[in-house]
């Protein structure tokens, strides 16, 4: 049996219709974009097996690559451990402020700056409520971002989509070929105009995973020790999150208490580190090309960038 990457052909629609109708305009603008035959399209890809291991001794003919039902030949591959570009996102909108929710979000930026290594990673920090705000600009200096403290009390509306989609276009300009967005929040958004397909379509194009942290009450954890069952809506936001998440690579994950928190981001590092690069030139066609990257082997579960913009030049 083959695992296919973790891909809905609903994205692929929506990002077209949206394409058509110009009503995403900054989609087709701000996707790394290729003539055929001239540049290579790149995909960072992780895999796992069943248990949720990270595996790092796959090989080129490990993968294949299907290209809007066309098979392409892989043209260069990489593996091993590389350093990273972090972009920490921070949600500090009112909604943070419900359950404690906002001192989780600091134990994660804790946390992550922490599993940052000296002298190879690179970060910057975020925070968004109504608009993004920039902390600190990427930089290798990490004891400048370990020093940095969140305080203040959360207020606002909550622009999440939005300020995803902008953080991504910022880590796609950076030079390390393992990068991603990690953001911390509630998972509520009330304020963005982007919709989690159209900020999908934004990230896998440039090759950018997006990772969320979800930061919960232990009573709003489902499945946990003290949780209880969601509320539809919240059920409802927190569902598109991991589904934008998929669409690029990343993944989500919903914490409540630091063990949590901390285990997360080690897996998330963990991750991170051992993505396969693999490149392979793209079609011919223009527009919006869905991909997907598969695994070989029996029991493998593969994440990868869901597509990329093809035919179109970027504007001057």
């Known amino acids: 049996m083959k695992v296919r990457v973790m891909f809905s052909t609903a994205l692929a629609v929506t990002l077209m219709t949206a394409l058509n109708d110009g009503s995403v305009s900054a989609v087709a603008q701000?996707?790394?974009?290729f003539r055929g035959g001239v540049d290579l399209v790149t995909a960072t890809v992780s895999v796992r097996d069943r248990k949720g291991r990270v595996i790092r001794d796959l090989k080129q003919?490990?993968?294949e690559i299907i290209d809007s039902g066309l098979n392409r030949d892989i043209k260069t591959f990489e593996a091993g451990e590389s350093p990273i570009s972090l972009a920490v996102l921070v949600d500090i909108s009112g909604s943070m402020s419900v359950g404690g929710n906002i001192q989780r979000a600091r134990t994660a930026v804790t946390v992550a700056?922490?599993?940052l290594k000296n002298g190879a990673d690179e970060a910057a920090l975020f925070t968004f409520d109504s608009k993004l705000e920039e902390i600190v600009e990427f930089t290798s200096d990490l004891a400048r971002l370990r020093r940095v403290k969140l305080e203040?009390?959360?207020w606002g509306k909550t622009s999440l989509f939005d300020a995803i989609a902008q953080t991504a276009r910022l880590v796609g300009d950076r030079a390390n070929r393992h990068r991603a967005v990690f953001v911390i929040t509630d998972g509520v958004d009330t304020g963005?105009?982007?919709k989690?397909?159209?900020v999908s379509g934004i990230a896998s194009g440039i090759d950018v995973p997006v990772y969320l942290l979800t930061v919960v009450n232990p009573v709003d954890h489902s499945g946990a020790e003290f949780g209880v069952v969601q509320a539809e809506t919240r059920t409802t936001d927190r569902a598109n999150l991991a589904d934008l998440a998929r669409w690029t690579g990343g993944d989500m994950r919903i914490a409540s208490t630091g063990e949590h928190i901390g285990n997360t981001i080690v897996d998330m590092f963990d991750e991170l580190r051992h993505q396969y690069l693999i490149s392979f030139?793209?079609?011919e066609r223009e527009g919006w090309h869905p991909i997907e990257i598969r695994a070989r082997k029996n029991d493998l579960i593969v994440r990868a960038r869901s597509g990329y913009m093809a035919g179109r030049l970027r504007p001057s």
């Open 30 to 33: 701000d996707q790394v974009t």
């Open 61 to 63: 003919t490990d993968f």
């Open 113 to 115: 700056m922490a599993a």
């Open 152 to 154: 203040g009390t959360p």
């Open 192 to 194: 963005s105009q982007l």
């Open 196 to 198: 989690a397909p159209e």
């Open 281 to 283: 030139e793209p079609g």
